[in-house]
């Protein structure tokens, strides 16, 4: 069988880093998309190669239409012979804020990266996945998006976004074998909750501590395989009992 193809966006760091070392060890060839941290996407790539995996970068901006087009157009268009089997939409931004002292920038660039992504990016690859009857799309959400949360009017709004289209389209192509879930991870240790105390705020998850990037790339890694392949338009929490 050919080698199959998964497209990771956010990769070069957190969870989408963890997501590609995951699904190159099962043997995918990786795409890793980021938007500034050469060195850090540089660095992921080569732990995968070192371990016998394969992968290559491609930089653009996923809330960039233009980029997207032009970067992820351009890799489609040179390889007409390699379709992406897997997306997963992972990158992700926060700009926190009490709505009320919100600029409209932090609303734009917040939705713009985390919502308008999904659809840039989705896409471009879908209709050779309907083509296909073959894909599988996996969207990083959180539960923000669930629940709610104040100071993160902007990003809820996002990734609750995100959730309903993740539901609508599984909807939408389902017949053609393709299939889009998401996952919505609670508390995990990345850059982007490094500045949260840890210490008092696991007390609030049922298992007592932060997740790992690790423990959510195993459920994407399932979500990407054939052992889910009966499950579409679902949210899977990976929040250690957070809320469900
Ligand atoms: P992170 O450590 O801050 O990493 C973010 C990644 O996204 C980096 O690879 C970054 O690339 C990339 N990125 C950001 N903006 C981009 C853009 N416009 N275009 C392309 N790439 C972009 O974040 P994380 O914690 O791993 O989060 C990953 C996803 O999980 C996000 O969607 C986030 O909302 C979601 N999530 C995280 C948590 C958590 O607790 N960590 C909880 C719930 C949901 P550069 O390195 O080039 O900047």
Request: net charge neutral.
């Given at each position: 069988?050919?080698?199959?193809?998964?497209?990771?966006?956010?990769?070069?760091?957190?969870?989408?880093?963890?997501?590609?070392?995951?699904?190159?060890?099962?043997?995918?060839?990786?795409?890793?998309?980021?938007?500034?941290?050469?060195?850090?996407?540089?660095?992921?790539?080569?732990e995968i190669e070192q371990a016998g995996g394969s992968g290559e970068l491609l930089c653009f901006d996923v809330g960039s239409a233009a980029e997207v087009e032009r970067v992820l157009g351009g890799w489609?268009?040179?390889?007409?012979?390699?379709?992406?089997?897997?997306?997963?939409?992972?990158?992700?931004?926060t700009k926190d804020n009490l709505m009320v002292f919100m600029p409209v920038e932090d609303w734009a660039s917040v939705l713009n990266t985390n919502l308008n992504s999904f659809f840039f990016v989705t896409r471009m690859l879908l209709q050779t996945m309907l083509l296909r009857r073959q894909g599988r799309i996996i969207n990083m959400v959180s539960l923000s998006g669930q629940k709610g949360q104040s100071g993160q009017v902007n990003y809820a709004a996002t990734k609750g976004g995100v959730i309903a289209a993740t539901k609508s389209l599984a909807m939408e192509v389902g017949k053609k074998n393709v299939r889009v879930n998401a996952v919505a991870p609670g508390f995990i240790k990345t850059e982007m909750t490094e500045h949260f105390d840890e210490a008092g705020m696991k007390r609030?998850?049922?298992?007592?501590?932060?997740?790992?990037?690790?423990?959510?790339?195993?459920?994407?890694?399932?979500?990407?395989?054939?052992?889910?392949?009966?499950?579409?338009?679902?949210?899977?929490?990976?929040?250690?009992?957070?809320?469900?």
């Amino acid at each position: 069988m050919m080698e199959q193809i998964a497209l990771i966006t956010g990769a070069s760091r957190g969870i989408g880093r963890a997501v590609s070392i995951k699904l190159a060890a099962e043997g995918y060839h990786v795409l890793m998309n980021y938007r500034s941290n050469q060195q850090e996407a540089e660095a992921a790539l080569k732990e995968i190669e070192q371990a016998g995996g394969s992968g290559e970068l491609l930089c653009f901006d996923v809330g960039s239409a233009a980029e997207v087009e032009r970067v992820l157009g351009g890799w489609l268009q040179a390889h007409p012979e390699r379709p992406i089997d897997v997306l997963v939409n992972n990158a992700g931004i926060t700009k926190d804020n009490l709505m009320v002292f919100m600029p409209v920038e932090d609303w734009a660039s917040v939705l713009n990266t985390n919502l308008n992504s999904f659809f840039f990016v989705t896409r471009m690859l879908l209709q050779t996945m309907l083509l296909r009857r073959q894909g599988r799309i996996i969207n990083m959400v959180s539960l923000s998006g669930q629940k709610g949360q104040s100071g993160q009017v902007n990003y809820a709004a996002t990734k609750g976004g995100v959730i309903a289209a993740t539901k609508s389209l599984a909807m939408e192509v389902g017949k053609k074998n393709v299939r889009v879930n998401a996952v919505a991870p609670g508390f995990i240790k990345t850059e982007m909750t490094e500045h949260f105390d840890e210490a008092g705020m696991k007390r609030m998850v049922p298992l007592n501590r932060f997740g790992r990037p690790e423990e959510v790339a195993e459920v994407v890694a399932f979500l990407a395989s054939e052992k889910s392949s009966y499950i579409t338009g679902e949210v899977i929490s990976v929040n250690g009992g957070l809320y469900s």
